[in-house]
């Protein structure tokens, strides 16, 4: 069995969105599957000293334009969210509760918080938000919920953040293939060379 | 006659020379050409409170892998020349020169003075270096070197860096198709269908 294709991600990470609506098939195409790993990327950022793309000066600015312009280049409906960006680490854990539990329905839970936030502009920080996105995918809020407040799972979300950093993530989308790192979706034609005819 | 493909640039800055080689073959498919604005980035980094990638930690380390990696995925000769990065405010004004002269011949020397540097590791900060780089596009450095101490060709290249900072260039290639503006050399796919299908 291949390696899967591990995604570290922020569900406040429209790149990311933009990346995870492209992704699995891009693996599929090359017997692969995808690891969906979602850390806090402001952890990331004070490593690297570095901020949200929308509060740099002319950055910030055009990435709004960029963004815009990239989901309607792949297609991918878009709808810049306000309040933007907004606290994850619920859907992190949610999803990393799920993932233990039922594999599918923590993939199926990536896809539907990240299309609550970024094309339906609900803001999945709210837990009344969070609690319909995990109705959406047929898991029980009041089973999740509660669990999510746990040190055991708290922990678990620590870890997988250490590890990212650890691996030298400092942005999201970012993937490795067979252990080599991919930052951006605007990589994924490098990983789908890399994926098809192996280093180069 | 339609508008060039405008296209803002740092002599020191990679990811540019990686777009410098693909640009003119872009454009031309589509009945365009390349106007070259070369300025200096240290200028727009302050206005964005930015640094040169390879100074960010985690980032810079992954920007040195991405740029080999991203030269070979383009086919493009490529070597992160030591010292990295370099002033390149000669390079810049002798460009500005040639252009007012020979548009021609200030093309060739913006490719042979990347390639020196990217591809050969010549440092084309030092005069003699810019001095060989002059003489490879046929210009004579004895009147190109005096004549960029000049007042005129310094403000003509500081007017050039303002420009770009007033059109929100905040980092290199930056490029702009009939005012829309691409910000790095990963969305000359989307300056490909934009030319090719207009705005999306």
Known sequence: MPNPIEFYFDFSSPYS????????????RHGRRVQYKPILLGAAFQVAGTRPLVDIPLKGEYSKR???RSARFEGVPFALPQPFPVA???????????SDRDPARAQAFVHAA???YFAQGRNIAQSDVLEQVLRE???DPTEVLPAIQQPAIKERLRAQVDEALARGVFGA???FVDG????????MPQVERWLAEGPF
Chains 1, 2 share one sequence.
């Open 66 to 68: 960029d963004l815009v």
């Open 137 to 139: 995918v047929g898991a």
């Open 88 to 98: 994850t680490v619920g859907a992190a854990r949610a999803h990393l509760w799920l």
């Open 180 to 187: 080599e790192p991919f930052w951006g979706h605007d990589r």
């Open 17 to 28: 969105y933009l990346a995870s609506e492209k992704i699995e098939a891009l693996a599929a």
């Open 114 to 116: 990240f299309r609550a």
């Open 173 to 175: 989308p970012f993937m």
